[in-house]
């Protein structure tokens, strides 16, 4: 018996000096692969980010089309007039948009020239006061100079330099932005139509493809409980969308509206444009303000009224985050602020502005999922602190 168990000691000892090696080459392993997913989603922004955009929105609309479906409408008939339906609104906001926005785009460099004779101004005011006045500095005597007869008055000091780089910075940057947009317009144009394309094909044949691979892929083990499951998550997830969508539009029309009210130009232009930045939190509503402030110093100058685009919007931006959106979508989908901020951070990286706009749709698309798998407890109330 002693020998058994010493033989069984002997064995264990033997082993034990392997797992924590194994346990090192597993955590390894994961953090491998995820640097290794990091880099091919980053790597294949061009080809991800229309895939989850279209996932996305035919994801809104497969409901809509399944119901057309039960009135014995052809789900091409129905996804075709869903499209033209969803196409048409924004086609029409944006030729309504086209004129002030391209006149917004050419007059950046003369925006970006007055801000920086403002700080020139300024700069130059701060220095008058915070500079002393030049000495006089006399030349240096040499022994025949005491021979001279004419007295010559003392040099002054030569000037200093005092070109501001922050002015130049600012020129440049604005025709920067202006050329850049210019420049990306054919590839984003080319987008939007493969995005369109890519929805139409997904609410036509997007359901067949999903049956069968959840009726004859063996990795499917339990094909009710999939089929349940995908459905509650694109009922909240497109009520998500939905509402959140509702109220971006409510608070871009009521933007507008005040605008147009008060006189302030292009109200619709930037009622839309807070509207489409509203759906990054936070960091949408602060982009706004900057961009209001600016609006405001181009319209009415150094005055008070200056602040007035952008004090309005930030009063209805606080009416609509801090009461309407909670009351609308309750605590089940609330998200912690710091993980959303991180989070954007992260996605706007990985994929630039779509990826930013994509950011919350695709956490709460995490969440939901974690929620009806019942997997993953801490990771949720983690998401979910406040």
Known sequence: MDNAGSNQDKGNGKYAGKFPKIAQQTRLLNILVIFAVIYTLYLAKSLLVPLFFSAFVALLLSPLVAFARKLFIPRTLSAGALIVL???????????????AERWMQSLPKIAAEISKEIEEISSNIDAYATPPAEPVEKERSFFSWFGDDEKSPELSPPQDNTNSVTDKIKQSGIDIGLTLFGNAPFLLAQVLACIVLIFFLLVFGPNLFNVFVRDFPIVTNKRRTLVLVDQIQRELSSYIVTISIINSCLGLATAGVFYYLGIDDALLWGALVALMNFVPYLGGVASCVVLLVVG???????????????????????????????????????N????????????????????????????????????????DHWIRLLESK
């Open 297 to 335: 110093l181009v319209q009415f100058g150094l005055t008070s009224s200056a602040f007035l685009p952008a004090g309005l919007f930030l009063v209805l931006n606080i009416i609509e985050s801090q009461l309407i959106t909670p009351a609308v979508l309750g605590r089940s989908m609330q998200l």
């Open 86 to 100: 969803l196409v048409a609104p924004f086609t029409f906001l944006g030729i309504e948009l086209a004129e002030p």
């Open 337 to 376: 602020p710091l993980i959303i901020i991180i989070w954007i951070a992260i996605t706007g990286w990985l994929w630039g502005v779509v990826g930013v706009l994509l950011a919350v749709p695709i956490l709460m698309c995490f969440k939901i999922i974690l929620e009806n798998l019942g997997v993953f």
